[in-house]
């Protein structure tokens, strides 16, 4: 059974740093094609990050491209959205997914 777990949301504040992570469990990040999007509260689910799942192809949203850095652990079978200069704009909750399963969420508050 394919199951994605998100964690590492919270409140932070404008310019500040997150690492969300997403853990997978009943097939292998390292053979998947594994990405990160978000929704803020009234607007459609957006896109923000793909891993490509051969070799370390990486694609982002021009909206965060340079200040986030998707990434995999093998041995943790774990994937990872690293954000940096985060701003209210990035205010949502962070999905990941396989294109065909989606994980529950976590919540990334940006607020002074």
């Known amino acids: 059974q394919v199951r994605l777990v998100e964690s590492g949301g919270g409140l932070v504040q404008p310019g500040g740093s997150l690492r969300l992570s997403c853990a997978a469990s009943?097939?292998?990040?390292?053979?998947?094609?594994m990405s990160w999007y978000r929704q803020a509260p009234g607007k459609e689910r957006e896109f923000v990050a793909l891993l490509k799942h051969t070799g370390d192809d990486t694609l982002y949203a021009d909206s965060v491209k340079g200040r986030f850095t998707i990434s995999r652990d093998n041995a943790k079978n774990t994937v990872y959205l690293q954000m940096k200069s985060l701003t209210s704009e990035d205010t949502a909750v962070y999905l990941c997914s396989t294109g065909v399963h989606w994980g529950q969420g976590t919540q990334v508050t940006v607020s002074a």
């Open positions: 009943g097939f292998t990040v390292r053979w998947s094609a």
